[in-house]
């Protein structure tokens, strides 16, 4: 089962998804404008993967990095 949400994309701000997959436990953020990607476990809060063009550039995504990790 997964649960869609329409968000803004904390890279380019424009229209972007996140996928919560609940029997995985994993919440996937993905943005078709700009190519952002976030995969990360709700559970433990850890970055699976990562990715986003022009990431020196994107303060918000980095903010989130480190959220994330403490
Ligand atoms: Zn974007």
Same mark, same amino acid.
């Given at each position: 089962m997964v649960n869609t949400q329409a968000i803004r994309c904390?890279?380019? &701000?424009n229209h972007a998804q996140r996928q919560f997959h609940v029997q995985l436990q994993v919440t996937e953020t993905s943005c078709p404008v700009c190519d952002y990607l976030l995969v990360n476990?709700?559970?433990? &809060?850890?970055?699976?993967e990562a990715y986003a063009p022009g990431l020196s550039y994107a303060p918000a995504f980095q903010e989130m990095l480190q959220l994330s990790e403490s």
């Open positions: 904390p890279n380019c &701000g476990c709700s559970r433990t &809060g850890n970055v699976l």
